[in-house]
């Protein structure tokens, strides 16, 4: 898990944050109808990726510290500011009602952005027609007249890359950094371009060379700049020469972004109570930055420090006293303290697991690993479905106690490897509908099923390889998603559904699936 576990706390987002503002009026949505504005385009985010925080000085000074968001369903790229709220981060939209970048060409696909060397923001752009899987393009797909309809299907191969610049800012010379030795690399510690400080940084800690570790100490105690400060402090702890007296010196620091920085690099002393560093610390509950406060308590929970809980329960009584912000570092604990509850019940389970059967133990735990990199995004972490942007549903249905899932492996697997599509259960309707998983491997997929199937309170036999090489090869003709009320009247035979596979077979492989490429349809 994360280090300080996954959290989210209300108001993180701004209230119409979640709404986007394309200018093309296109219907080509996953979901259909419902994810369409009035007079069309895109209604929700539904597509991020590649965002990134720009830190570059060749584009106006405003921008500096913005979130962007890539949003290629939409065809745009929002901007949002971000700011940090007594300890808790906000992102809001910089515009009214519309958004930073955003295209009327149906082809633009931005999916990624970043910093560039030379101060400007670089946007990657799939430059493509169709972005959705082409089990969702096929003929009586609501996608497949949409794409037909704009010409969708015929931009291919198009990729493209763009440098965003401002006429009046000077360009960059061009990097030589390899070249550079670690007492010149530590001078760009203090550039304005985030990403000339994050390259000499890295390359610093690549060589290794302690011999500048008495500059990089006086720069994390004297530069006037508290980036660089901060900058400094970090090298210097990824040299391995991080001492008590320098953090203890920086826990008092001017900035509170450089306290907390402190705080994380002393954690490995707080695991050993260490008394110096313990003293130095303790202040820091009563930080006037709420933020300070909240790194400190869940750096004591994180560690494992036996005053823990006796110096948060003080450091909160003491803030109330002092009327200094309280409701979001108690929050936060909060948060981080049923995840690490969660985790540990989760470590229990499998460790009860692995004594009753090592090799069930050692299926589900990878399937629970592939679950949290490919599941996730529709059915939530908890099994209980992934949340809408507008918070009052799900993206897809629950898995937990779902009769689908714990039915026989013929049921399942005909689910996995081609698709559902709804109305479901009582004429519920979801924005995403179960995709193909007939490009997965089975041994791989098999694991996600078996641990979803004894997960968050479910109770079924593992499904093996095998009983997913069958299915695939009965349904080898299938080109289209099966419907609820189609699989409500198939049967099973009840044998078949009941056997408990070996060991040996749920982690044996069976056929080689061949890579699929993306199509509009069969």
């Known amino acids: 898990m994360p280090q300080y576990a996954n959290i989210e706390l209300p108001g993180e987002l701004s209230d119409d944050f979640m709404e986007v503002y394309p200018i093309l009026p296109t219907t080509d949505m996953q979901g259909g109808l419902r994810r369409v504005k009035a007079g069309g385009g895109l209604s929700h985010f539904t597509g991020c990726a590649g965002g990134c925080i720009f830190r570059g000085d060749a584009l106006?000074?405003?921008?500096y510290g913005d979130y962007?968001?890539?949003?290629?369903?939409?065809r745009l790229i929002r901007r949002a500011k971000v700011q940090d709220i007594d300890g808790k981060i906000v992102i809001s939209n910089a515009y009214h009602q519309q958004e930073?970048?955003?295209?009327?060409?149906?082809?633009?696909?931005?999916?990624?952005?970043?910093?560039?060397?030379?101060?400007?923001?670089?946007?990657?752009?799939?430059?493509?027609?169709?972005?959705q899987e082409s089990h969702w393009t096929m003929e009586d797909s609501f996608l497949r007249p949409q794409i037909l309809k704009y010409g969708?299907?015929?931009?291919?191969?198009a990729g493209r890359i763009y440098r965003l610049v401002y006429d009046d800012m000077p360009r960059r010379s061009t990097p030589h950094m390899l070249e550079e030795t670690p007492a010149q690399l530590v001078q760009h510690l203090s550039d304005p371009n985030g990403w000339w400080r994050d390259t000499a940084q890295k390359l610093?800690?690549?060589?290794?060379?302690?011999?500048?570790v008495p500059t990089l100490r006086s720069m994390a105690e004297h530069d006037s700049n508290p980036i660089t400060r901060l900058h400094a402090l970090w090298t210097v702890d990824g040299l391995n020469s991080i001492d008590s007296e320098l953090l203890i010196e920086k826990l008092q620091d001017t900035d509170p972004r450089v306290r907390c920085a402190a705080i994380r690099i002393a954690e490995p002393l707080m695991v050993k109570n260490d008394p110096k560093v313990m003293a130095a610390i303790k202040p820091l509950g009563m930080d006037s930055d709420a933020g300070v406060a909240e790194q400190l308590c869940v750096s004591l929970i994180y560690t494992k420090n036996p005053q823990?809980?006796?110096?948060?329960?003080?450091f909160f009584a003491a803030r109330e006293k002092a009327q200094l912000a309280l409701a979001n570092p108690k929050l936060v604990v909060k948060k981080y303290e049923d995840e690490l509850a969660k985790a540990a019940e989760a470590e229990r389970k499998q460790k009860e697991l692995e004594k009753q059967n090592a090799g069930l133990a050692a299926i589900v735990a990878q399937g629970r690993a592939n679950y949290l990199q490919t599941c996730i995004a529709c059915h939530g972490v908890d099994g209980k479905g992934a949340p809408t942007p507008d918070k009052i549903g799900t993206l897809a249905p629950p898995l937990v106690g779902s009769k689908r899932l714990t039915a026989s492996p013929e049921l399942v697997g005909r689910i996995v490897l081609h698709g559902l599509v709804g109305p479901h259960d009582n004429g519920k309707m979801y924005p995403n509908e179960m995709a193909s998983f007939a490009w997965a491997d089975d041994v791989w997929l098999s694991s996600i099923l078996t641990y979803a199937r004894q997960e968050w309170g479910n109770s079924a036999p593992p499904i093996t390889?095998?009983?997913?090489?069958?299915?695939r090869e009965e349904t080898a003709k299938r080109v289209k998603p099966f419907t609820v009320a189609e699989l409500a009247t198939m049967h099973f035979p009840a044998s078949r559904a009941a056997t408990r596979p070996s060991t040996t077979?749920?982690?044996?492989?069976t056929t080689k699936t061949a890579a699929v490429t993306p199509r509009l349809g069969p």
Request: overall charge neutral.
């Open 204 to 212: 610093i800690i690549v060589r290794g060379d302690k011999s500048i």
């Open 308 to 314: 823990a809980q006796s110096l948060i329960k003080g």
């Open 505 to 509: 077979q749920l982690a044996t492989p």
């Open 60 to 63: 106006p000074h405003d921008l």
């Open 465 to 471: 390889p095998q009983q997913l090489a069958r299915v």
């Open 68 to 74: 962007i968001l890539p949003e290629p369903v939409g």
């Open 152 to 157: 969708l299907q015929k931009n291919i191969n």
């Open 100 to 131: 930073f970048i955003a295209s009327m060409d149906a082809n633009f696909r931005p999916v990624w952005t970043a910093t560039g060397p030379d101060g400007c923001m670089y946007i990657c752009d799939m430059y493509h027609g169709i972005i």
